[in-house]
């Protein structure tokens, strides 16, 4: 099990990068995170939704995700509350103190959901989530020391040197942990480190002398990171200084499913810059793409609050597009209503009226795979997965952006500007993204899917020659059976 000194230290794509370096040696490898706290979650084969990381982890060992790789997962959808998905599906939502209290009856499926994914597997790599020395929430963990223990895992403590204090943060992390959590580690990493590894031997000495966990070795920095999917909302760019067709992505502030901009972002003629909704569109905007929410009306209001309602009505006088995937999509409609209070309080706002369209929150939540062709684009194929609650219908939907297998998706205004689906990986075709910029006058050079399977080889090959890798399997080989 990979935990970490904090956020953000590189736990998901180090698990990625072992995952694929043990399966490409032969082995049967899975990814598992007993408890993930993100809106960036993916819809699975067998009909759930789990965090994103884990879906590109799946990826990167060689065999399909599930819903038991990521058993429990927290969508938070207000600044105190969330809503639990428990394998796969909507189990209830809770706010933090609710949600301390329900933890314990979770180790349960936590517990299957491990039995399942190792009985298939030769070799199960478990991410933590945020840091074991958040000690104020051991009681009833089921994310960190609290699965470790329970099923027998043995540790490896990651710790980020790229924001400074790494020896603080390892040290410091052995000392709050009660004995028996500190037991359950076996050794640490130093990730994320530019320049002369060498210069960093002191260091390493420092820490296994305070520690007494035996180092694996010191990550230098991987440049190439950026190009794979962020797990949470820190990995997001801010603005781009690029040229070519410029895109702006307002920073909702339940924004979801962000990495659909991930296939825009990396095309070198595109321009992306996602910047927070308190400032105003720039006037040289080509297109704005209003991402995936997870509280479509209170980030709708976030977005009337601070204008951008009128910057959004003067960028289409001005003949700009916008583009809205799934929550945007919502957003743009005549209105959104959510009689059951799913979201929050119950109720029915006004949307931004630039697609002829309402939206009713309500009904069983949509987590599928979907794959077929776009209508709007010349019938290019295109392919996706949606996770969505409630219908959108209008009379805009009679000019639909995709033809799904399970029916029409998306809407497009009468002047072709104004557009919406609930597709989430819509960019991420090379041929649907290459039809969608050549109305800008721009290409798609990048090979989307294929860069994040070499991206993720030349990670695997960064992380076998930083880290002692016959170590780390004599220390995976201490596991008892869960």
């Avoid at 760019?237 to 825009?264: E, Q």
Wanted: glycine fraction near 12%; charge should be negative; hydrophobic fraction near 45%.
């Amino acid at each position: 099990m990979v935990q970490a000194t904090g956020t953000d230290v590189g736990k998901s794509l180090l698990v990625a990068g072992l995952a694929r370096h043990f399966a490409r040696q032969g082995l049967r490898v899975a990814p598992f995170k007993p408890q993930n706290m993100s809106n960036n979650a993916a819809a699975t084969p067998d009909g759930g939704e789990i965090g994103r990381a884990q879906m590109l982890q799946a990826r990167a060992a060689g065999v399909p995700a599930t819903v038991h790789m990521n058993p429990v997962l927290l969508k938070p959808q207000s600044e105190t509350g969330s809503q639990i998905v428990v394998q796969g599906k909507v189990w209830g939502s809770a706010a933090g103190r609710a949600y301390a209290a329900w933890k314990p009856k979770l180790m349960a499926p936590v517990l299957d959901s491990f039995a399942t994914v190792s009985a298939s597997a030769d070799l199960v790599i478990v991410e933590g989530a945020g840091s074991p020395a958040e000690i104020n929430l051991r009681g009833g963990d089921i994310a960190n020391m609290g699965f470790a223990r329970a099923a027998g895992v043995p540790v490896i403590l990651a710790a980020d040197i790229d924001r400074g204090g790494v020896i603080a943060n390892l040290v410091g992390t052995r000392n709050v942990l009660p004995p028996e959590d500190a037991a359950q580690v076996a050794g640490f990493l130093v990730n994320k480190f530019r320049g002369d590894v060498s210069l960093f031997e002191d260091g390493v000495r420092a820490i296994e002398a305070r520690t007494g966990w035996p180092s694996l070795g010191v990550v230098p920095w991987f440049a190439d990171a950026s190009r794979l999917p962020a797990e949470d909302t820190m990995g997001l760019p801010g603005r781009s200084t690029g040229d070519g067709v410029k895109i702006v992505v307002p920073r909702l502030p339940h924004i979801a499913n962000f990495d659909d901009i991930d296939p825009l972002r990396l095309e070198p003629g595109v321009s992306v810059s996602m910047i927070p909704v308190s400032e105003a569109l720039p006037g040289d905007t080509d297109i704005v793409l209003l991402p995936g929410s997870k509280s479509t009306i209170a980030d709708l209001i976030a977005l009337k609050a601070a204008e951008w309602d009128v910057d959004l009505a003067a960028h289409r006088r001005r003949g700009g597009q916008i583009v809205g995937l799934c929550g945007g999509y919502q957003m743009l409609g005549r209105s959104v209503a959510d009689p059951g209070g799913i979201e929050g309080p119950a109720g029915k706002v006004d949307g931004l009226g630039l697609l002829d369209v309402e939206t009713v929150l309500a009904g069983t939540k949509t987590t599928r795979l979907s794959h077929g062709s776009s209508p709007a684009f010349g019938g290019v194929p295109v392919s996706g997965y949606r996770i969505h609650m409630g219908e959108t219908d209008g009379p805009d939907r009679a000019r639909p952006v995709v033809d799904l297998a399970e029916g029409w998706d998306g809407a497009i205004s009468p002047d072709g500007l104004i557009m919406g689906t609930y597709l989430h990986g819509f960019f991420s075709g090379d041929d649907i993204r290459g039809a969608f910029l050549s109305g800008h006058g721009a290409q798609a050079t990048t090979a989307y899917e294929a860069g994040i399977d070499k991206t993720l080889n030349d990670l695997a090959d960064h992380l076998a020659v930083a880290l002692d890798l016959d170590q780390l399997m004599a220390i995976a080989s201490t596991a008892r059976a869960p």
